[in-house]
């Protein structure tokens, strides 16, 4: 099959959270499935075209825009650790400066960038001669090229027979710009109320994209359902249950060569489930850097870490009403590692100061970091409010760190409560959003620390999940077909 992807992240080459991972491990395994797969982002300014190894293909890509037309280059490189080729766009003018959306209000120019980005794949197909059976989008900022298949290109005999997929990796972020200029941008004429391009009077790309793709997906089969029926739809439920027998939850799976301890090369120690010694000498180690004395590292307490964008949506604040409490008790260790609103980087450097030898703190983005803190933790905290799939307890998993995860979206598909009675389970799950439920998830999670065989067990059961991206790239094979169907 002829798989075109877009995406506005790619990992290694431009990452703000899953979505980067997703595109990247999927492209990946479509193509060890045999498929033909197109991969196309926009070749942003702090991309290391020299580490990469990126080229310039000489291409001049002509793009529709409004009445008239706009040109860009096109560059590409292979994805690390596949025969996967990536293209980029470059444009001086939408691409080539710091950063992906402009954080944290985002770019002033986030529409006219991404409607360029989405009319740009077709052209790109056509100068590469690709004839896609499926064009795959992500998220607001490719949702355009839903439309953009059905009305302008359903037509031209390359497209004839293209299949759209829409992929919601999270819908709190619809993409919502002013409607007049855009819609102009897009050729697509007049907006008016009730169209489906318009929502509360602004022109709203992740509508389109629903409306117009052949078959939505998105991250989880939980989110798939929360997002139709309850305030996880953002104000868009009434769309999604529109196109309800077309939406699919599929979960992400994980790029095992990035994320495996027996091959990580980013760790001081590799291990595996035959040799978890390694694991306790990752974590004596990342205590030693942080200057905790070898007297301090023989108390064993366990160690919690977070990894996460710090925003609402990823629980801080309950972390914020709790964690302190267990650090003044001296019954377990923190770090955490990431970058975010201004008030949670405050708050965890509040806690570093006060806690210099059992809470550890890294502000900013830092992938090395990510793998080591994933290694040297025996819990990982995902407390979060929603989460459309989630990818880093998955990691855990893989890290024998058990996952301490709220009950909403991809973490309700993925993470089970150990059981000690059946002695099944491979982490510790609260339901309500409260600090009263994290405080007795965090109890509970010492207690299972502390008692033989169960934690041995639950780390066994940790490290025996699949959660591969193989899985995940078949499932996609049969979303794929249900969609050509539909042309
Ligand atoms: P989301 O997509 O909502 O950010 P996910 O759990 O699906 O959440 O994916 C987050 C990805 O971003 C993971 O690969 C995680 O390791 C990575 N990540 C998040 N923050 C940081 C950070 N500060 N440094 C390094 N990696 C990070």
Redesign the pocket.
Known sequence: MNILLCSAEVTPFA?????A?MAASLSKDLAKLGHNVLLIMPKYGNIDTKAFSLENTGHTIAVPMGTWTEYCGLWRATLPGSKVTVYFIQSAEYFDREGIYGNPEGFHDNDRRYIFFSRAVFEIAKILDFTPDVIHAHDYHTALTMPFLKIHYKNDPRFFKTAGVYTI??MAFHGMFEPRQNMFLCGFGEIYQGSWFEYQGAMNFMKAGIMFADKITTVSPTYAQEIRFTSAGEGLQSELNQRGSDVIGVL?GVDYSEWNPEKDKLLPIAYSKNFLGGKKENKRRYLAEHGVHEAEIMNDIPMMGI???LTD??GIDLLEKTIEGFLQNGQLRFTM???GAKQYESYFQYLAAKFSTRAFV?I????T??HRLMAACDFLLVPSRF??????QL?ALKYGTIPIVRHTGGLADTIKEYDPSTGKGNGIVFHQYSSEDFAGALRRAIILYNTEPHWSRVIQNALACDFSAKKCAERYIEVYNWAKEKV
Do not use: F, M, W
Not at 15 to 19: D, E, P, S, V, Y
Not at 364 to 367: F, L, S
């Open positions: 990452k703000a959270g899953g979505l991972d990796h999270n992400n990894v996460a964008r949506q990823k590692l990431g970058t890294h900013g983005y830092n992938n970091i990510s989460e459309p799939c989630g990818l880093t990691y």
